[in-house]
């Protein structure tokens, strides 16, 4: 009975959005909020109870070689960071990985989506091969990656030598500035399949009599593409390259398997020191204010993120 | 096959219709669509081959011996051996890792599908109040850098003696789970038409009885959709499970694979055997339910 109430009311009505002002609300969607509640739970347990100790942690000395130590200190981890050589080398490292990442994973995830995009033979087996690296367990792949650029013995220097294109192995992991580039292929090999899938979803979305119209009306493909096509994914585009904006710079396993953050700290994004701060060299309190950084710097992004979201309607 | 491409991609009537049109064009433009198509599987090819590259040669690697491991170049081992695998199972931890990993996974699958489509269902049905808060809040959590959770959760569970436990990695990841699966679901049960349910709800059975006997059945890619998403992410998952466990006999795979560069250094023949072995699973789930996961991932990306 009941529920043949809900039925009119609220919870089934078709109307999108209706202003709920007034009190009867709350006991009408009782049924709403037990079902989240189990969710909640979980949330709550291991999402704002750790986040909200977590702010606490950024505004203290805290040691645990020294926890006699341990007191509030106000701004001084801040201020301590700001000031932090290591901490602009991780954010400009942080940077590159993104920029680089992101930008070459997208260009290659486009290519394959444009090339996925019609229907022939094979194109099932395609799409499925690329989605291996997105299924392989990553600690797998970078120790795979590990050992083919491994200097000496490792697969993709052997054969170069054996072409005769190199005389001396190349120290793809050894060296800073190669290791950067290496950690760049692997991050693209493992973000560009999430890519792919994306805009191939948004692609196959465009009605096919619209680029049909165009290309009677005279248009070549390139024109097709810079002036339809292009457009008419870009919502999608900006929002997964958001998201993996977002993703690659939280990445901790790739940068800590791959290279352990080495040589010289050349890899070492700003996930990886706050992580060594408070893991490794025991400043619970210090690692947790640049974790805080990081936090925050993702979530300015992950506001544009939502205002997109809401716009394209991908979601709501 | 070939032809259907074609008519996709010109309007055929159009061209071929005016008559005009000289044969010789006609080849030179049937040549040139013929290597446009030798170029796009090139393409195609290099791009798989990319994509495959890591987990082909630690395949190959795994059935190689040792000495063939440093000198054969090729991808096929030419003398197959199993040596790598046996150390793999005999000197190590590993299937108790395997199992680790397993209890862990499915425990994750799951109660993310429960406690999700209890959740996407309210969601779907209900506009109350805090809906989009608690909505967005879900999106957010996959924007929360780990390390930023894992600190203070890490005093927390020393505190209450849950770390180094498996459990704290089941909780951890059905949150980050549930994050997506809600959404997932929630976009699902939208496109269920209201109708289906209210002559449920008539008939008498209860809203809960409605969500497991008409809604759910009828949302199964989203499921299959949400289960192999949270079985890949808890099985792949690294950096909770570094943090979280100490003691090798509750490591889960991932962890266990990691300790391995340890113990094994560069014998790189039994590392990457055991590495097949773990991809093995998420392989064979993966390419049974590529289909429908694939049509899920992209309903759910395009419709609400």
């Known amino acids: ?316 | 096959m070939a032809s259907s491409s074609a008519l996709r991609t010109e309007p055929p009537k159009a061209t071929a219709g005016t008559g005009s049109t000289s044969t010789a064009a006609f080849r030179r433009k049937r040549l040139r669509r013929g290597i446009g198509r030798v170029g796009t599987h090139v393409a195609l090819l290099a791009i798989s081959a990319f994509a495959l590259a890591p987990l082909a040669w630690a395949i190959s690697s795994a059935f190689k011996s040792d000495t063939e491991i440093m000198t054969n170049l090729s991808i096929i081992p030419s003398q197959p051996t199993l040596d790598h695998f046996r150390v793999v199972l005999r000197e190590s931890n590993f299937g108790r890792w395997f199992l680790n990993s397993l209890l862990v996974s499915l425990g994750t699958t799951v109660l993310a599908i429960l406690v999700g489509s209890l959740a996407g269902y309210a969601m779907s049905r209900w506009r109350f109040r805090g809906r989009g808060f608690y909505g967005n809040s879900l999106l957010v959590i996959q924007m929360f850098p780990g390390v930023m959770l894992a600190i203070p959760m890490f005093l927390l569970l020393t505190k209450f003696h849950l770390i180094d436990t498996l459990w704290a990695l089941l909780v951890t990841y059905l949150t980050f789970a549930l994050a997506f699966s809600v959404w997932m679901l929630k976009g699902y049960f939208d496109g269920i038409p209201r109708e289906i349910e209210e002559a449920a709800l008539i008939d008498g059975t209860g809203r809960l009885g409605a969500l497991r006997h008409v809604i759910m059945p009828l949302a199964g890619p989203g499921i299959v959709t949400v289960a192999v998403f949270s079985f890949l992410l808890s099985w792949n998952e690294f950096f909770f499970a570094y943090v979280f466990l100490a003691s090798p006999g509750k490591f889960t795979l991932s962890l266990g694979l990691y300790s391995f560069i340890q113990q094994f250094t560069t014998q790189w023949g039994n590392i990457m055997a055991a590495g097949v072995l773990a991809t093995l699973p998420v392989l064979v789930f993966f390419f049974l339910l590529q289909r429908s996961l694939t049509r899920g991932l992209v309903a759910g990306a395009t419709k609400g």
């Open chain 1, 1 to 316: 009975m009941q529920d043949t109430i809900h039925l009119e009311n609220s919870p089934l009505a078709p109307k999108p959005r209706r202003r709920r002002a007034r009190r009867g609300g709350y006991r009408k969607n009782l049924m709403a909020y037990g079902l989240i509640l189990p969710s909640l739970v979980f949330l709550m347990a291991i999402v704002v109870y750790p986040l909200s100790v977590g702010l606490l942690e950024g505004f203290r000395y805290h040691n645990r070689l020294q926890p006699w130590l341990t007191a509030f200190n106000g701004l001084d981890n801040y201020v301590q960071a700001w000031g932090d050589n290591q901490v602009w080398l991780a954010l400009r490292t942080s940077f590159v990985m993104v920029v680089g990442i992101v930008g070459v994973s997208y260009a290659l995830g486009l290519v394959s989506g444009l090339l996925l995009n019609h229907k022939f033979r094979l194109r099932g087996v395609y799409r499925a091969l690329m989605l291996v690296p997105w299924v392989v367990p990553p600690v797998v792949s970078y120790i795979s990656w590990q050992w083919m650029l491994n200097d000496q013995s490792g697969m993709v220097n052997q054969v170069l030598q054996q072409l005769g294109l190199i005389n001396q192995p190349i120290l793809w992991l050894a060296s800073s500035k190669l290791a950067m580039v290496s950690l760049i292929i692997v991050g693209v090999w493992s973000r560009f399949p999430f890519m792919m899938i994306t805009i191939l979803a948004a692609l196959s979305s465009i009605p096919d009599d619209v680029t049909e119209a165009a290309s009677i009306d005279g248009a070549n493909r390139w024109q097709i593409f810079r002036h339809i096509t292009f457009p008419m994914i870009l919502p999608v585009s900006v929002i997964a390259t958001l998201l993996q904006a977002i993703w690659t710079f939280n990445d901790f396993g790739l940068p800590f398997v791959l290279t352990g953050g080495g040589p010289a700290n050349s890899t070492t994004p700003l996930i990886l020191l706050s992580y060594k701060e408070a893991f490794q060299r025991f400043n619970i309190g210090y690692g947790t204010a640049l974790a805080i950084i990081s936090m925050v710097l993702m979530l300015a992004l992950g506001a544009v993120y939502l205002r997109m979201q809401r716009r394209e309607g991908v979601y709501e």
